[in-house]
């Protein structure tokens, strides 16, 4: 399957159904099941005080797989279809994947990983 890692708490607002649209200033042309990693480091304590979950960030966690989205489309901004929200980078010219959330871990997964798109071997059925 394949994967994109994310700094927390970006990946939680993900699995929480909060955040739908994930900037990048690449175009992703994959569409369908993507796994969602949050990464071992890089979490942003204050905003993640800021979104709900807690002092500390402890209510999110960190080197696993937090959810299953299908990428339904992927825009240039500004797009219509791509309102900004406080949860990424909307400027001119930059991407927008657009996303639905399909799976929820009740337990993150342990995962180590990787860079842009890539592979976690997990078999996922609907």
């Known amino acids: 399957m394949r994967a994109l890692s994310l700094w927390q708490p970006y990946a939680s607002l993900i699995a929480d159904g909060i955040k739908k649209i994930e900037t990048r200033d690449w175009y992703l042309s994959y569409r369908g099941p993507l796994a969602i990693h949050a990464t071992k480091a890089n979490l942003d304590k204050e905003f993640a005080f800021k979104c709900g979950y807690g002092m500390d960030g402890r209510r999110c966690p960190l ?8 990428v339904d489309d992927c825009v240039r901004f500004p797009n219509p279809k791509a309102p900004p929200d406080p949860y990424g980078n909307f400027e001119e010219g930059r991407f927008g994947i657009l996303m639905t959330l399909l799976h929820k871990f ?6 180590k990983g990787g860079r842009l798109i890539w592979h976690w071997d997990y078999q996922w059925s609907k």
């Not at 080197?63 to 299908?70: E, P, Q």
């Open 63 to 70: 080197g696993a797989v937090v959810c299953i989205v299908n």
């Open 106 to 111: 009740e337990t993150p997964i342990p995962a």
